[in-house]
Nanobody, 113 residues
């Protein structure tokens, strides 16, 4: 019965910024970890960032220094702020709740040159 919904994707030019949101139907405090994954055409789904309920964050080397993950427990929402976007960031971005995990439907991010 857990619903996870991503939003905020779209088309932006290289060098631009975008903020993605992930809203859960239950308290995200339920989950030790919330995470963002992405899957580019022809590639495996990869973990790009995660955050624990204590606020500890981790990032993939490919996005470190450019992306920031955060969470708002009161709003049951996790965010992914993306800056200095590159064409290589083009992918479907997915939110994952917990170790199970519960997956969102994904949101498309396309970076143009």
């Amino acid at each position: 019965q857990v619903q996870v919904v991503e939003s905020g994707g779209g088309l932006v030019q290289a060098g631009g910024s975008l903020r993605l949101s992930c809203a859960a139907s239950i308290s995200i405090f339920t989950f030790m970890t919330m995470a963002w994954y992405r899957q580019a055409p022809g590639k495996e789904r990869e973990l790009i960032a995660d955050i624990t309920r204590g606020g500890t964050t981790n990032y993939a080397d490919s996005v470190k220094g450019r992306f920031t993950i955060s969470r708002d427990n009161a709003k049951d929402t996790v965010y992914l702020e993306m800056h200095s976007l590159k064409t290589e960031d083009t992918a479907v971005y997915y939110c994952a709740a917990g170790s199970r995990p519960y997956w969102g439907q994904g949101t498309q991010v396309t970076i143009s040159s």
